[in-house]
């Protein structure tokens, strides 16, 4: 194949021109332009890399309606929606520029020499942050803006000062090729190196294959699916310099429901739940896929308010007609499982759509079948009736690693929920009380990660400004002249509102 | 076999009494114990794990001389290099007591609320850092206690709050034993759990892998060969569920030789390059294996002084009759390898002792033979003869990944300095200048680590404070009562000593 097209989410009708199908020629070209680029691009200055940052986000910005238009053709999803994910996109840029400036993520440190010291004396030591190198980033077809061309790794990856080579998800070429227009402007404006970004498309897993095994590639981020994530951690274990993979790749979310709120507000939790389910067909890393409560009347009122919500739910169009063929083949395994009853099923839609699914069972019968637990992509969820806290407890152990872990929780929960603090926090990377787990928030507290197989490293995050840490390593230098240390490290730049550790006290 | 003896590093004959061999059964009951001790131990406030650690350095410390002597039997090192270590691994534990006290690596942020954001309010959101869980740790056979049963990484991990499940070195199992005797009682003075440290030994490499891959075991310290960290990784990559492992395996730590310095002093760098090399038999990892410089009188000076204080060099009792064998075997591929020749070696010795030797070599030669490039442990190193600056760079940009760099250079060197200093920071974890690589110093600012194969991870570092980030992951808090949040994280902590970023601003 060397062309291939834009198709319609909601026909599944290719339309618009062809896209020239990038090879291995086409890897090499952006590897060797991004390895080029290095150097240059990892000096400049804080400021100038916040500017270029927000220079992105303006040319994004800038495209105007188009952006929208393709991105809802190809996507499915409805403007407001992609006109928030744009805000979101072009934000979390501005945040990344901001830190970029305040220079807290340089992690510089200083040990003065101690010429006087006995036995030995100790030699100057100082310590930043530098960029690993050029990244490749995965774009997700379920963000076509957030999560994928210029989305929160192609951001905190140019932000610790990495080149990237994006390849491009093929749900949304034309979405991608205006993202990528618009970096490439921004760069161009910013006088920088052509190399600092670069864009590969296709429709074959083979070209990001061949882009994890350059050898000029030094990290890669991604989200989508557990096979494909893995399918990348291997190729990166498997090269000759192996380099750290950040896939963010499956979760089912758990929501708990503790008595006392389930009691207080069952029914109203039971409509709010599902509104968190369906929203955006489901497709949300985040998605809430478990519910885990104790049998009773409250959890009752919440299954019959619940049950109401997903009937009465429209089916909306899934991003890729592969999706929705998983999405229903996943469901259809739910509706045949041992032990398991389906509550209720949303409207039925059109071929390219996907409607809710909800689905009951007991502790016993999810303890028994481990593929209960696996993510279903879509809006689809079982709730989990347990006898009591003991056996929510067991099930909640052996969860594998989530996103999320969500608590509704009334003031009488409390002491239960305390109980289960420790397990939530080594099952999850955020834990939420009283909200839904959809909704990341790009900040600076913001936990958008968790134990395996919710992402490929526990370590880190995806989304907020701590997601900048995955692009960079320590180096330490030894008594350099002040002309080899880089300026950041020099005695004259104190002052320059970076933080440093000196001595082992944290001066502003 | 079901017992195993210490042995006498300069004879090669066991020594003592038995020591019993662990097997599956001790790596159960132990990461049984650590999984069991983990909630409690995380749960100690900072001057709990604070006072915890200290005591661990006091039990050392008080064990007494026969702690060294034990040391000094078993690895054959020195008196005073032994009680320089003592003093090295005491003063590292109290500097991560000084650490935790301090609560940097909480990493604490605080976004606080946005009640009345358009088009949403924002929730509370709070991040810490919390422990990876239980550590399986390596010790290693050149440090017998700074790198070993309560060396760099032990000590990092038991400050991050994690468990350490330690697989003592059987190159010296009484030192091991006296080490964990005093953690041990460290343990129960303060009053924790007994899993908190657990002490497994044996001669054979099967009682690391069940250690490896036993599923309470969430991260892994080590120090030693290639061979055996990549064999360490590979089982942590094939767990259900993989696990990061911190190796540090393999570097020659090049040492760059600039022409003026050359000029100005070159005989004198050839003696005291030759005092680095053969430091503690030159069974240092930052042991400089590797000269780089380009042809000329200086140069020539150099090889001269060195070769000289080579040719002199007294044989040296090695840590192992297997270090030994491996080092001479590496030397005697290195006298018959291609464009090689040998320029002096060191004077003959006893059966378990080994004798540096120096190399000379063309760039031409270097670089069509990678063997030139690999680690022998022990006091062997090659100069590589550059004709220009070209050759050099050449040689430098085809180098693996490194521990440390070092360039010894005149003020009129500076400019050729930077020149090389991009390459050198994408090299190595350290670069140094005019001083030798062995000795890291134990500090805020030192890395102790290095792009593959120097570490399987150059996002860290082994020695130093922030060593400690290794075994921490984040989470974050979101809308959870004051009840529920860690302790840390809640409005009235404000003032604790900790650093806090709130709303991206750090706040002492």
Redesign the interface.
Known sequence: MTEFRSVVAATGEPTGPAFAVHGPAEVDAACAAAAAAF?TYRATTREERAAFLEAIASEIFAIGDDLIEAAMSESGLPRARLE?ERGRTVGQLR?FA??VR?G?WQ?L???PAMPDRQ??P??D???RM?P??PVAVFGASNFPLAFSTAGGDTASALAAGCPVVVKGHPAHPRTGELVAAAITRAVAACGLPAGVFGHLVGPSNELGAVLVQDQRIAAVGFTGSRSGGLAL?RLA?GRE??I?VYAEMSSINPVLLLPEALKARGAALGTAFVGSLTMGAGQFCTNPGLVLAIEGEGLEAFLAAATEAVSGAGAQTMLTGGICKAYLSGVAALETANGVEKLAEGLAGEAMQGHAALFRTTAQAFLADKALGHEVFGASSVVVVCKNEAELATVLSGLE?QLTAT?HMD?AD?AL??RL??VL??K????????WPT?V?V?????H?G??PAT??????SVG??AIARF??????????T??LPPELRDDARGDGA?R?I????T?
């Open positions: 150097d928030g945040l901001d830190v305040k807290t992690q440190r200083i040990d036995p030995l100790r030699p030591i100082r310590l530098i690993v190198g951690v274990q310099v192996p750290p690693g608590l003031a409390e929920a305390a603090m420790p926090e080594v999850a990377g955020r834990i939420l009380a009283n909200g909704g928030e900040c600076h507290a913001m936990v990660g134990p395996f490929s490293d526990p370590r880190t995050t400004s701590l960079l390593r320590p180096v330490s230098y030894q008594n350099l002249t002309g080899l933080p550790l001595d082992g006290t944290l502003l």
